[in-house]
């Protein structure tokens, strides 16, 4: 699986923005789709996930009530709705493909090459 994140950006805190994640190689409905990030000078942390059909979804705590992940398995896209920003929010946010329901970033198989999230206070 090839994917491809877009849509990051320069915004406020209290604003808003949508990254997309295309994919392409694979059957893209087999796989469980998930947003990471990395801050400067942080590990990767867990964002996002959602299932196979997009009915199962989970978040982290810091985003909770914030961000909503969709996908859109007639377009291979995975998106990530992003309200209500903080400057913790910082980061370069990347896609992820895997086989199994994980919070984990060693268990996903295939990564976009992220995309840089910045949110100014």
């Known amino acids: 699986v090839q994917l491809q994140a877009s849509g990051g950006g320069l915004v406020q805190a209290g604003g808003s923005l949508r990254l997309s994640c295309a994919a392409s190689g694979r059957t893209f409905s087999n796989y469980v789709m998930a947003w990471f990030r990395q801050a400067p000078g942080k590990e990767r942390e867990f964002v996002a996930r959602?299932?196979?059909?997009?009915?199962?979804?989970d978040y982290a705590d810091s985003v909770k009530g914030r961000f909503t992940i969709t996908r859109d398995n007639a377009e291979n896209t995975v998106y990530l709705q992003m309200n209500s920003l903080k400057p913790e929010d910082t980061a370069v946010y990347y896609c992820?493909?895997?086989?199994?329901?994980?919070?984990?970033?060693?268990?996903?198989?295939?990564w976009g090459q992220g995309t840089l999230v910045t949110v100014s206070s």
């Open positions: 992820a493909a895997g086989r199994r329901w994980s919070y984990s970033g060693a268990t996903y198989d295939y």
């Open positions: 959602i299932g196979w059909s997009g009915s199962s979804t």
